[in-house]
């Protein structure tokens, strides 16, 4: 990708909430937010689009809320809590990371070489989200904090890695002397939609859709909307055999995979590889 970010001055916008009875029932807010006082930066660790981002969130079991207001991808920020909303996503308990700061969350953050400049492209953008709302709220740069800092977690993950914070920080400063225009609309394709491969008993499930879980290729093909491309994701360490014979069977039920993400052995746990493009018997 050869797109010149520093000169763009907008960004597609959508609101795409999630259902205010799922945030009741799963418990995804800490209480209103009667303050914007930080911005604070994350990265999925994830290959999933903002959109996707929504069925995540959604699918959260009671119990163990994660929540975050903003997600932002290579070519639009999607709002999925509303920011009179205290989220989950810090990792403070009641401190000010969840109290009183907007959570953005830079996706793609698991694509690497196989997708160049995804996430880069995914992370221009936030530069340009965290840009606007730091405007918006009439914050000062300062006010603009990452993950870590909240509870020393190792996130935004890829930003920490190149050791590229203060650069991000000087990246949003720029933006902020002319921030973005947020233009409502579209900016994704619908057609890919990402899913969870969740260590089940007595094998796998698969979970989409906010928290709609199949334990069978079939079952997932129907529910699926016609054209959809499945983009896949796993944390477990499983064996390659175990992979290859799953990314088997979806393509043997029908299903259209844009990428299958595993955790790579022995590795940083950021680091994961899509084995979608290796012909059956490849992977190693
Ligand atoms: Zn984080």
Known sequence: MSQDFSKKTSLPFRKLHVPEETIRRNQLIGGPLPQVKFITIHNTAEPFSAVSEQDRVAGREAGKPVSFHYAVDEREAVELIAPVFACH?????????????????ICRSACREER?????????????????????????????????????????????ENDAWNAFVGRVGEAMVS??????GEGSGAAELGAMLVPGD?????????????????SL????????????????????AFWRSLLKALRAAGIKISGFYVPVTGASPWLRQDISHFAEGALV
């Open 116 to 160: 160049p400049g995804l996430y880069e492209a995914a992370e221009s953008n936030g530069v340009l989200l965290a840009a606007y709302l730091l405007a918006h709220y009439g914050l000062p740069l300062s006010a603009l904090k990452k993950h870590q800092d909240w509870s020393g977690k190792f996130c935004p993950h890829r930003i920490l």
């Open 221 to 240: 093909k129907a529910a699926l909307p016609a054209g959809t491309v499945l983009l896949v994701s796993a944390w477990e360490e499983r064996e390659p």
């Open 179 to 184: 921030p973005a225009e947020l233009i409502p």
């Open 89 to 105: 996503h810090a990792g403070d308990g009641s401190g000010s990371g969840n109290a009183a700061s907007l959570a953005i969350e």
């Open 202 to 218: 007595p094998s796998w499930c698969i979970a989409l859709n906010g928290g709609l879980r199949f334990q069978d290729c079939a």
